[in-house]
């Protein structure tokens, strides 16, 4: 059996660790590994099969220094398993909570979660933000593309849901500008949370209107790189410090800002991340490949996991005095608007949506190129090959999106290469020079 609602009793340790030693941290972090550990061997088919083949016993992983034993696993490798193979025997497919992967990788993979793994992720993001200046009874209007877990249905997680310290507010980014900000009026938020595009270009509307529609005491960004150049136009246009945090679907948060060291640190007790070059880890001050492995998740593990993210190690411990280690630097998570003839322009996502749905069950891999302001590439890897009917019905939907003037193409392909550093990249919008810095930020 998989360790159940009695997890909920590490939560008063989840919000004490701020205050802990380091020692008392890491600590936490070892007996959470080795019951992930555990579990992931008894129970999970995949995770069993990986262990034996590199001859690696559960009891042999007794801290993170251990991990290096264990191969790792890419979100390619755990497409290719069946669903049953990657889940907790015991767990119900029907109970748990379903959330795409998005962001940067363009290779879909659905991350499902107990309610209760939901919610101890929740209190780690509730503690990042009260670490950011967040207060009991803010209301938090966050700007995203939309993607909800699915229903919940356990009545104490509505209950556990009700009393939330803060008040969520979500709005789509994909709306106009103007139409998020008239939200936004309404809602009158003290925290303001979305991408860093998105925040960047209302940040430019209301500038260019003069009027302030509301008066946010932080300024949460994520999901995408936040240059210094959009950081100090969010700021002075918003009066409010901008807090760039570092998450993903697979692990909740992984990072948030330090306020003194300028780097980041790391949610220790949520999961443990290495950072590594050819499966090696680096020292710190050098940058590689982020690997994850979840102290959190029981009913679909992520151990020794490779989001496809590069970071810099950070010292281990931060100059401020926090428990826990620290990144430098997060690469490779740039998601721009696309600039279109005549000044429109088009967010990635807006294309991902109209995807996401349906060529998702064909497509396995893909990537959108905009190689001149007027050309659009789809270059994607197939799953199966799409009937005449579903290709065509595609590209019916993406022309008609990014409108008569673009060309839009699709580009079957035997595989996508990554950048250099081994970062691969979803969107690429198009950058010339004569483009105005309006778009991009
Ligand atoms: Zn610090």
Known sequence: MIPGLQQLSILPSLLWHPRASRESVMGFQSRQLRRVIANAYDNVPYYRRLFDHAAVKPEQIRTAADLVRIPITTRRDLQKQPLEDLLARGVDPKQLLIQPTSGSSGEPLLVRRMWWEQRILGVLRLRGLAQCGARYNDRLAIILFHNKPARRRSVLHRALAAVQPIKVHEIHCLLEP????????KIQPQILSGYASSLALLAKVVSKSGHLPIHPRLIISGAEMLTPLAE???????????????????????ANPCKSSGGYHVFDDGLVVEVVQGGTPVAPGEHGSLVGTSLHAFAMPFIRYQLGDIVTRGPEGCECGQPFSTLREIQGRIIDYFPLPGGRRLHPYELLEVFRKDAYKWMYQYQLVQERRDRIVLRYVTRRQPSHDEESQLRGRLSKLVGDDVDFTLLAVDHIESEKHGKFRMYKPFVDASMSQASTI
């Open 232 to 254: 100090r136009q969010i700021s002075e246009t918003f009066e409010a410090p901008v807090y760039d945090t570092y998450g993903s679907h697979e692990f909740g948060s992984i």
């Open 178 to 185: 103007e139409a998020i900000l008239a939200a936004l009026e």
